[in-house]
Nanobody
């Protein structure tokens, strides 16, 4: 069974840092683009950052210079390093991956279960 498992969320003071991880496991042939999204209460889910299989990245304007997406292809894992956190970064953070499944070679999109990030003093 293929799944994405996130970790690293929590409560942090403004100006602090957190590192989110998202590991893909199961019968996976290859992984394409991986992304982080977030959804704050009462708001739509928004794209935070994306990374291609080759390592090219994009970050939302609201997090540029503070957040960095990276990946370890050997570990099927994507990371989000979050620095200089602000209260408005409070949200549930979700990872997303474009996968080619191991047995069927079918393309599939998978989401993680989400991890809460709360920035508050």
């Amino acid at each position: 069974q293929v799944q994405l498992v996130e970790s690293g969320g929590g409560l942090v003071q403004p100006g602090g840092s957190l590192r989110l991880s998202c590991a893909a496991s199961g019968s996976i042939f290859s992984i394409g683009a991986m992304r982080w999204y977030r959804q704050a209460p009462g708001k739509q889910r928004e794209l935070v950052a994306a990374i291609t299989s080759g390592g090219s990245t994009n970050h939302a304007d609201s997090v540029k210079g503070r957040f960095t997406i990276s990946r370890d292809n050997a570990k099927n894992t994507v990371y989000l390093q979050m620095n200089s956190l602000k209260p408005e970064d409070t949200a549930v953070y979700y990872c997303y991956a474009d996968l080619v499944l191991g047995t069927s070679r079918a393309y599939a999109a998978y989401w993680g279960q989400g991890t809460q990030v709360t920035v508050s003093s």
